[in-house]
């Protein structure tokens, strides 16, 4: 036999291959499947196909390439993140789709509204901020207590709530201080001042 070492006879599509192209399996004599990997999967494709079940279709890709199943377009290995659980080390979505998923995912599971609903909420407010109203509205508010949807705000906004820890008297204090009325001493008699409370 020429091919016994260096290459294997396919019992379906009946060509001589070489051992690389056969998955293992240890209850084999040689400890190789009987059909060649290409086979293998038509085969498979055929028995989920008389199940019932939906298979995908396989899709040839160039070298150094995968597709993404979510947005349909192949892309480079650069645009994929790293999994290394995955048979061929890359995630199942591209990095787009998977920022997409995670942004919405985001919404829903921190604030309980969907992307349509946040979109909604912005065009309420007409685009802006709903504190300074002249920086993009981009940041979802809510209420910590309650954690009831408020409004969408921009990032500065979003902050300054947050320092201030939701506390109404301390952010009327801040607006009397920038206003200049809680800071400045009151001229009570010539030389005498009386400081704020």
């Avoid at 009987?34 to 070298?63: F, I």
């Avoid at 892309?75 to 080390?89: F, I, Q, V, Y």
């Avoid at 604030?111 to 909604?120: F, H, K, L, N, P």
């Amino acid at each position: 036999m020429l091919y016994e070492g260096t290459a294997k006879r396919c019992s379906r599509c009946k060509q001589h291959k070489p051992r690389a192209a056969f998955a293992r399996n240890k209850a084999m004599r040689d400890g190789l499947q009987a059909y060649c990997r290409e086979c293998a999967a038509a085969y498979h494709q055929q028995r989920q196909l008389a199940k019932g079940r939906n298979v995908r279709p396989r899709v040839d890709v160039p070298e150094g390439h995968k597709l993404c199943r979510t947005c349909g377009e192949i892309k480079p290995h650069s645009e994929w993140t790293r999994n290394r659980s995955a048979s061929d080390g890359l995630a199942t979505l591209c990095k787009l789709c998977k920022a997409v998923q995670g942004r919405a995912g985001h919404l829903k599971r921190q604030y309980g509204i969907t992307e349509v609903e946040r979109d909604a909420l912005v065009a309420s407010q007409g685009g802006a901020c709903c504190i300074c109203l002249a920086a993009p509205a981009a940041h979802v508010d809510h209420c910590h207590e309650t954690g009831r949807v408020r409004g969408v705000l921009c990032f500065s906004c979003n902050a300054a709530l947050g320092q201030f820890k939701d506390r109404p008297d301390a952010i009327r204090r801040a607006a009397a201080y920038v206003e200049g009325n809680a800071w400045k001493p009151t001229l009570v008699a010539p030389g005498v001042y009386r400081l704020p409370s």
